[in-house]
């Protein structure tokens, strides 16, 4: 395991934090998930898979990164760092996300 695993670690267990918490709070069955220039939703995303689907989501990249790192590690650059960007923003993204849907109207 590797350093950048812990901050992986950390990510989802917040986003699992943030689903458990925000979930419960948000009426909508559908939750905006991208804003245009004018602040309003380009796309929604039912409910379940806009909570649950970035745990997926995650593990799929980390996944993804750990097979590039053992199978063709001559291209793989920077591989800690990018796990540790990747899980702040996709974590920071997810905060982001739910504290939108789970506002008062």
Known sequence: ???????FGS???L???LNL?????IESERVAMQWGPG????????????????IAFMAAVRLFIWLASTYAPQHVHGA???IVIFSL??????LFVL???SAPL
């Open 11 to 13: 990510a989802i267990a």
């Open 1 to 7: 395991m590797i350093p950048a695993d812990y901050v």
């Open 21 to 25: 918490y925000l979930g419960p709070r």
């Open 39 to 54: 602040s309003e939703p380009t796309w929604y995303a039912p409910k379940w898979l806009a909570m649950w689907g970035m």
């Open 89 to 94: 923003i996709a974590a920071g993204s997810h």
């Open 15 to 17: 986003v699992l934090a």
């Open 99 to 101: 504290m939108k849907a």
């Open 80 to 82: 800690e760092f990018g």
